[in-house]
C-alpha cells in the first residue's frame, strides 16, 4: 500500500483547472480532483451526462466547492460550453486539464476482437480518443490555456502490447497517445502549454474492474511490478506534478506511472509458477 | 542508388499473395508485387475502383499474368469477395497480404492539424487503418491464411514522433500499428500467421510526392539516413523475406526499413547547416 | 527562456539527500542542490577530488550550508566514507541521490569512435556507468535508504540515437540507463526505493560545452524541441519532483526532459533550411 | 515447433563471412553457420581458443568445410589475424560477420547482481560487448568489408526489461545494441555495412540451459509469445536474410525473433495461473 503524500505544499496555488471523468471515489480523476484542490487549485469537473444518472459527481463538487459542467465529449459545441463556463467561472484562462475518459463499445457488447463492429469501433475511437483532439482544437481556438499550461490523458500499456481482453481499448490509447504526441507539437509552438499522457497500473475503477477477468488481471500486474500496482491516489499526485510548473520541459512523452512494470520482464514469483508446470520445449 | 538484387531465387516458391495498392510504377506495392512473382509467387492485385481510372494496375495484371479484383477497403463484402476470389482464382489458400492503403482526407483538403474535421478523419482512419482489421477479419473467418503465413502492412515513423506536415496520417499509422500487434496475437495463436509493419522511408510515390514540401522532407530524410533514404524496390525486396519462410518467427513487430533514419539523432551535414545559423540560447 | 518556479513549496522538507556533479554554477547539479535546499532538504555535496582544484564546489557548500565530501566514483571506499559521512552529518538515512558523472576519455584525447582505445573506453564506462552501480551497491549494503527514497542519474538521448560527436559517451549511458533499469528492480523490491534516469535536453555546462562544435548541436536542439532546449534549473525542478513523494510509483523509467525533441521528427525550420538545399534522390 | 525452411535458394551464393561462437550442435551460430552454407556462402568458423577443448567446432569445420581460425575476442591481435586468415582463405573481402559471443563472470561465479564485482564485470563486459567493438574496428581498420555487406550481433530482451537471473548480461547486451547503433552509424556512412542486433527468445544452448531456472524462464517466454519460442534453426534463417541483399537498407536496429514475446503484455495461460491465486491489492 503506497503511503500517501502529506498534502497542503500548494503546488498549483493560484491554478485553475478542467477534470474530465470523476464518477465515483474510485475513479482516477475524483482523486485527481481532490488532490489539485488540495495543492491550491480552483477546478471545473465535467462529465458525460449520463453520469448525472450513474455517478456521484455532484456530491464531489458540492464537497470540493467545483462547478460541475456536463459534457458530451463527441460534440464540439458542449465542449466549447464547458470551456468558456470553466474560464467564466474560474475567472481566466486555465493552467491544466485532465481526460480521463473511455469507452469500449465492441467490449462492452462482448464481441470478440477478432469480431469487431466497425460503427462501433468508431464509436470507441470517437468517445476515448478523437475526443481528446476535439478537446484540444476547442482550447487552441478559444486560446484558452495559459502560457506553460499542461494538458494530461490518462492511458494505459496496452497501446504498447497486447492484454487480449483490452481488444480495441489498445487501438483506441495508442490512437490516444497519438494525439497527444501531435498536438503537443502544435501547442508547445503555440505557447508553450505541454501534452502529456500518464500511462497508469490497472485500477479498481468501475470501469477497469467491470473487465471480465479483471481481478487475475491486476493480481498479474501486482506481481510483475516492483513497487506494485500504483493506486488512483498516487496518479493523482503524479499528475499534480505533471500539471505544476516542476515539469514545465516534458511534453509529448508517455509517462508510466505503474511500479515498474513497463520495465519488468520477469519475476520470480511468475518464475516459480512456471517451474511447477510442464516443461514444452518448441 | 542502392544496387538491385538478382532475382530469381524462389523465396517465394509456390507461394500465394495479395497485393493492394499497385497504383503506377512509382508505387510501392508495384515494385512488391514485381518482386514477389520474380521470387516464384502467384498473386492478385487489388486497389479501388477509383484506380480503375486514375492508375496503371490494369497494366501490371497484364504485364504479371496476375487477376486484379477491385475492392473498397471499407466495404466488408467487397474485402470478401477479394478474398475468396483470390482463393479461387490462385487455387488455395493464402501465404501472404501486403496493405499498402492510406488516404487523409483532411490532408487532402488542406484542412490544418489543429482544426480537424472529425468527419473526414473518421474517414481517414476508417480507409488507412480500419482496412487492415476489416481485412483479416475476412481472412480470419474464412480461415484464408495457411498455417505460418505472413501479412504486413506499410506504415511510417510519424506513428512514434511527429511530423508537422505528416498531419492526421501519423493518427491513422498510430492505429495501423496497433491493429497490426493485436491482430497479430490473435493470428499467431490461430494458426502461426505472422502480422507485422514495415516502417519505410519516405519515397517517391504518387500519394508521397503530392505532399506540400516533399522534396524538402525527403532531402532531410535522406541526410539523417547513414545508407540514404530505402528505395521502393529495396523496399519490395523487404517485404518479400517478410513474406518468406525465413522470417517465421518475427510477429507483431514494427520493421524499420529507412537506412537508419530511426535511430540517427543528427548527421554531419545538418550539424554544418547549424553552425551557420546564429546561434540560440534558451 | 523558461521560467523560474517560485520556491519554497516544501517539496523535500525534512528530506535527506547527496548531490553528486556540482562543479560550478553552470552545472546541471549546482542547480539541483540549490533547489533541493530552496525545497526544505538537506543536502551534501560531493565531486571527485581533483574538482578542488578546478571547480567551484566549496563555494556552494558554504552557500547552502551543505557538506561536501570529495570521493572517486571509481573507489569503493570513497563512496562507503561518503554515504557513511553523509548520514552522520545528515542525522539520518537518505531520501534521495542524484548521479551526475561523465567522462569520456577517449573524447578527451580526441580519439575517433572507430579507433577507441578499450583501456580509455574502461576508464569512461568505470567512471560515467559503473559508478552508478557501485554507489548503489553500497547504499544497498548499508541499508542507506528509506523507505521509497528515490535515486536519479542525469543521461542523454545519445543512449537511443546516435549523434555521432558524442562517440563512446552513448555506450556509457545507455550502460548507465541499464543499471538504472536492473537496480532499480532490485531496490523496489527491498523497500520501495525507485531508481530513474533523467534525459535533459543537451546544456551549457562545463563538460558540454567543451565539446568540438557544441553550439552548433545545441543550436539544432533547440530547433527540434517545441518548447525549445531545456535549461539547467528546469531540469533541477523535475529532478525535485522525482525526488519528492509525488512520483513514487514511478521507477526504472527513463524521462525525458528535453522540450518535445525525442518525439519530434522534423520541424519547419529545418524543413526551410532543407528546401533551400540542392534536391538529392537516392 | 517450427517447420525447417527447404534450403538451397541460394540467398547467400558467392558471399563470403565470418560466424562466431559456433560451440556445439545447440549453438546458434552452429545452426546460423549451416544454414549460409547451405544458402550458397564460404564461411570462416571461428572460436575461443578454450573452446578447442569444450567444443565441436572442429567438426563443424570439416562438416562444412569450413576453415576455423581460433581468436581470442578481448585481443586485437587474434582478431586481424581472423579477419586477415578469413579473407585471405576465401579469397576476397567479406559479405558477412555473425557476432555470437558472451560471457557473464560474475553470472558462473555466482555472484548476485546488488554485489556485482567490478574487475568481473569489466571482464563481462569487454568480453560480451566490446569484443564487437574491437571486431569492427578491425574490419574498419582493414577495409575488410563489401560495399553494403553486413555485420550482427546476437542480443537479448533483457537489455530492454529486467530478468533478474540475467543479471550483469542484461548490462552487457544493453551495452552491445549501443555498439551496433553507433557503429552501424559510421560503417553506413564509409562504405554502406549494415549493423543489426537480433533479439532472439530463449534457447537451449549449452550458455544458455546452464543457468539456473532456465526451464521456468524459457516456459515462461513459450507462453507469453503467440507464436511459441523461435529454435535456434529459425534464428539462422533469419540472420541469413539479413546478410542477404534483400535487407539492404536495415540498418542500426535490434530485431526481435520472439514469435511475438517483446510486444506481448500478457497470455491467457499465464491468467489463468493468476486467477488461482489469491487476490492481492495494493
Redesign the interface.
Known amino acids: ?3 500517501s ?2 498534502m497542503g ?3 498549483l496555488k493560484g491554478k485553475r483547472g478542467i477534470i474530465f471523468g470523476a464518477l465515483n471515489d474510485a475513479s482516477i480523476a475524483w482523486k485527481v480532483a481532490e488532490t489539485c484542490v488540495a495543492e491550491g487549485a480552483q477546478i471545473v469537473l465535467t462529465n458525460a451526462p449520463v453520469a448525472a444518472r450513474v455517478g456521484q459527481t455532484e456530491a464531489l463538487s458540492k464537497q470540493l466547492n467545483a462547478p460541475l459542467i456536463y459534457a458530451d465529449v463527441t460534440k464540439m459545441e458542449d465542449l466549447d460550453a464547458l470551456v468558456q463556463g470553466s474560464m467564466d467561472q474560474l475567472g481566466g484562462k486555465l493552467d491544466f486539464v485532465l481526460h480521463s475518459v473511455g469507452m469500449g463499445m465492441n467490449v462492452r457488447k462482448k464481441i470478440p ?4 463492429n ?1 460503427d462501433y ?2 464509436q470507441t ?2 468517445i476515448s480518443s ?1 475526443s481528446f ?2 478537446l ?2 476547442i482550447l ?2 478559444k486560446d484558452a490555456m495559459v502560457e ?1 499550461g499542461s494538458i494530461v490523458a490518462l492511458t494505459y ?9 483490452y ?1 480495441e481499448m ?2 483506441a490509447k ?2 490516444l ?3 497527444a ?9 503555440k505557447n ?1 502549454v ?1 501534452v502529456n499522457t500518464i500511462s497508469q ?1 490497472p485500477t ?1 475503477t468501475t470501469a477497469g474492474s467491470g473487465v471480465a ?1 479483471f ?6 500486474a ?2 510483475m511490478s ?6 488512483a491516489q ?2 493523482a ?2 499528475c ?2 505533471i500539471f ?10 508517455n ?6 512494470f ?7 514469483e ?6 511447477n ?1 510442464e ?4
Not at 481481478?215 to 498479474?220: G, I, L, Q, V
Request: aromatic share 14%; net charge neutral; glycine share 6%.
Open positions: 500500500m503506497t503511503p503524500v502529506s505544499n500548494n503546488l476482437y477478432t469480431e469487431l466497425y469501433l468508431h475511437l470517437d478523437m483532439h476535439r484540444m482544437q487552441w481556438k506553460w500499456i496496452a497501446a504498447q502490447r497486447v492484454f487480449p481482453d481488444s489498445a487501438e495508442a490512437l497517445e497519438s494525439v504526441r501531435s498536438f503537443g507539437y502544435h501547442f508547445g509552438k508553450h505541454r497500473s479498481y477477468g481481478d487475475a488481471f491486476y493480481n498479474y501486482n506481481q516492483p513497487l506494485g500496482n500504483a493506486s498516487s496518479c499526485e503524479y499534480a506534478v505544476s510548473d516542476y515539469s514545465r520541459m516534458v511534453t509529448m512523452q509517462l508510466f506511472h505503474d511500479g515498474g513497463s520495465n519488468t520482464g520477469i519475476s520470480p511468475l518464475m516459480e509458477n512456471m517451474s508446470q516443461l514444452r520445449k518448441s
